[in-house]
């Protein structure tokens, strides 16, 4: 005997869900398919074309954004599993239109960007870092970006930006002017 349950692992490849979730700090209302990525929904329905698609297997990093905080493969990751959640692709990393977030600076300052297609994935990566751990040491860096892979084979660029951003981060919270509480209990943006 079978049954009709959708939960029961019957074909949902015809129906669709509605989510709610928030995407750089906005308030959105999906129609998803239960089987689209959360890559597919960025880029292909709300045009967030930030978040690059490279692997296709979760091993690249190109494709990380943040989920509540934490770097996520949206490349595999399901859409649906954003409901209820924070979502944070490389377009909302900016703290105002017209201004860079530290990172960012850093990577145009020291050259690290270089072809720029990892660079939203290295970028998302390195602020969850600095979020939990807004001292990480050149080590504990390279560590933490071991699952961004950048076939421009130019990674010296890219520690040391990502380590200015650190300082410049550092130097913002003792002063208070960064936004960001110093003990990396950020939240996530």
Same mark, same amino acid.
């Given at each position: 005997m079978t049954t009709s349950s959708p939960d029961a692992g019957s074909d949902l490849s015809g129906s669709t869900l509605t989510i709610s979730t928030r995407i750089n700090g906005r308030d959105e209302t999906l129609q998803i398919a239960p089987n689209e990525t959360l890559a597919e929904v960025l880029r292909d329905r709300l045009g967030l074309t930030g978040t690059k698609v490279s692997c296709d297997v979760q091993v690249?990093?190109?494709?990380? =954004?943040?989920?509540?905080? #934490?770097?996520?493969? %949206?490349?595999? @990751?399901?859409?649906? !599993?954003? $409901?209820? $959640?924070? =979502? #944070?692709? =490389? !377009?909302g990393l900016a703290p105002a239109? &017209?201004?860079?977030?530290?990172?960012?600076?850093? @990577?145009?300052? #020291?050259?690290? @960007?270089?072809? +720029?297609f990892c660079t939203p994935g290295m970028l998302l990566s390195a602020k969850s870092l600095l979020d939990y751990n807004p001292a990480p040491s050149t080590h504990e860096i390279k !560590?933490?970006? !071991? &699952?961004?892979?950048?076939?421009?084979?130019?990674? *010296?660029?890219? #520690?040391?930006? *990502? +380590?200015? %951003?650190?300082? *410049?981060?550092?130097?913002?919270?003792?002063?208070?002017?960064?936004?960001q509480p110093a003990d990396g209990t950020g939240t996530g943006r």
């Open positions: 690249c990093g190109a494709c990380t =954004v943040l989920v509540d905080g #934490l770097p996520v493969s %949206a490349c595999t @990751f399901l859409a649906y !599993e954003t $409901r209820g $959640r924070d =979502v #944070l692709t =490389v !377009e239109p &017209g201004q860079y977030h530290p990172l960012q600076q850093a @990577f145009i300052e #020291l050259n690290a @960007f270089q072809c +720029g !560590e933490y970006m !071991e &699952g961004n892979l950048c076939r421009c084979t130019g990674y *010296i660029p890219i #520690l040391a930006a *990502i +380590g200015r %951003a650190r300082d *410049i981060m550092a130097r913002e919270a003792s002063q208070g002017t960064g936004g």
